[in-house]
């Protein structure tokens, strides 16, 4: 089940989740394997964390796929984690010109064999609102693809 499903114009926050029948210790012990995020995030071109572990204050870097298979590039980005819950929450910020962002990934315990994934983004600053309509997009195909791909993780953990 996918909760909070996303209106084409929907404002800020970008968020949902999806319930999963995962034990939460296996998809956060797969989350963790920043450079594995290709493998099931199809949003995610290239992933890496600066240093070592994933954890509050490290520096991830990645690259996007693009929101349409038919455009030629790759976006990407370098954020600080500023949150790292082990099974709850990793939360990250970027920080450029006029540009502020935050990144939640969200997890939870519906029980022994069930957890659920989450979603959650927004953003500011007056590079934001110049291309908004560019972000926005790009933040509802990240929601898009990530939920999709824990769900097609579930079967491939299965």
Known sequence: MISG???HAAPLPI???VDLDLPVERL?????????????NPCIWR?????????????LVWAFNPIERRYLYKLPATAKIVEF??????????????FHALHSYRFAALGEQRCSFGS?????????????RFWLAHFRYV?????AGA????????
């Open 47 to 59: 992933a890496t964390v600066r240093g070592g572990d994933l954890r509050e204050g490290a520096t």
């Open 151 to 158: 769900r097609a993780l579930t079967q491939a953990l299965a």
């Open 120 to 132: 959650w983004e927004v953003a500011e600053g007056p590079a934001y609102r110049s291309l908004r």
């Open 143 to 147: 929601f898009r693809e990530s939920l």
């Open 85 to 98: 819950e082990p099974c709850e929450r990793v939360t990250w910020e970027v920080r450029l010109p006029g």
């Open 28 to 40: 956060w012990d797969t989350f963790v394997d920043v450079p594995g995020w290709p493998r099931w």
């Open 5 to 7: 499903a996303i209106p």
């Open 15 to 17: 968020e949902g989740s």
